[in-house]
């Protein structure tokens, strides 16, 4: 595939398969708006041709330095939060990028399940979306239909079929203590000196942070990447918050910056996922753990995946509820 289709919902089928490459390299003018500021920084340094914009502060002389240099072919990979402004930088320098650019959402199925604090950004880029004359949407694991935002029901779907793919192994452990076992498993791998190397997905850093006791780490051997920010800056204390550019460590624990779109290379890299019942924000929808599933790119065990995970009893909304919350919403 050279480009991507036009005005339409893009399942990808599996992760990893090079979609933001072909908005990256195809031919035309493109924006690509994601997620998180991390997903950006993972992208741009392997390709410098594109302009990261994310954050606050006055991205006018570097939106107008990119439209010069590309000569009108821009290729700018923007977070949800500031497709608004620079796509208003862009028109005020005359260039027409709602008619002219492609729009890619990429990670759409987070639309909906970010949509509870994010909302905001969400309507914002949503409002954005419909003016271009050009938008397609990305995911390797789209919502169905019925759960959709209102400004996508009526948007055609189609998917892309891989008749090689191999379904990723999912091992689930059940346990009254998933970070204990967690730390556990990576301190008994520090001692056996093996060369596999632990990729931990656990979105809370307060428990990476008992993780880090319980199993003794240090940060000779531990990579952790999170959210840069003061407070876990001070939870963390004395661990830095890398990005996945710096060096594979031992033990790589990740929070949910990292879930999604990050490209991570390793190939004695093992994944586990972390969920503990007793902190909601570390429960993952099953789309999402596909999506974790398919952050090692060419790692040996990159078809399988162990979750450790508790469980509790909670009340559950049915279908019909779920739907009827969306269209509210």
């Not at 796509?87 to 909906?112: K, N, P, S, T, W």
């Not at 949509?115 to 309507?123: G, L, M, N, S, V």
């Not at 056996?192 to 000779?220: G, M, Q, R």
């Not at 952050?295 to 009340?315: C, E």
Request: with cysteine; proline share 4%.
């Amino acid at each position: 595939m050279s480009e991507l289709p036009s005005n339409c919902i893009l399942n990808k089928g599996i992760t990893g398969c090079g979609a933001t490459t072909v908005a990256i390299e195809q031919d035309r003018p493109t924006i690509i708006a994601v997620p998180s500021i991390g997903l950006i920084q993972s992208k741009t340094p392997q390709h410098p041709e594109v302009l990261g914009i994310y954050g606050e502060g006055d991205k006018t002389a570097e939106i107008k330095n990119h439209l010069e240099s590309s000569k009108g072919r821009i290729k700018i990979m923007v977070t949800w939060d500031s497709l608004p402004k620079a796509c208003r930088i862009l028109q005020e320098a005359g260039f027409d990028v709602y008619r002219e650019a492609q729009l890619m959402v990429d990670e759409c199925h987070q639309l909906m399940l970010s949509y509870d604090y994010r909302h905001e950004a969400i309507r914002g880029l949503l409002a954005e979306a419909k003016r271009f004359k050009d938008a397609v949407y990305v995911s390797a694991t789209p919502l169905a239909k019925e759960c959709r935002p209102k400004q996508l029901e009526a948007v055609k779907e189609y998917r892309i079929e891989w008749p090689e793919a191999k379904p990723t192994q999912i091992v689930t452990y059940e346990l009254t203590d998933p970070v204990g076992m967690a730390a556990y498993v990576c301190k008994r791998l520090l001692s056996n000196n093996s060369a596999t190397n632990y990729h931990v997905f656990l979105n809370s850093v307060e428990d990476i942070t008992v993780l880090i006791k319980l199993a003794s780490l240090t940060a000779a051997d531990t990579r952790v990447i999170c959210a840069d920010n003061t407070d876990n800056k001070i939870k963390l204390a004395g661990f830095p918050i890398s990005t996945t550019s710096d060096a594979v460590h031992k033990v790589n624990l990740y929070t949910s910056t990292a879930f999604e779109g990050f490209d991570i290379y390793d190939k004695e890299g093992y994944c586990i996922v972390v969920s503990d019942a007793a902190k909601d924000h570390t429960l993952l929808d099953v789309a999402v753990l596909q999506q974790i599933a398919g952050r090692l790119r060419d790692s040996r065990y990159k078809d399988t995946v162990a979750h450790f995970y508790s469980r509790k009893s909670v009340p559950v909304a049915s279908a019909a509820q779920f739907q009827a919350q969306t269209k509210a919403d």
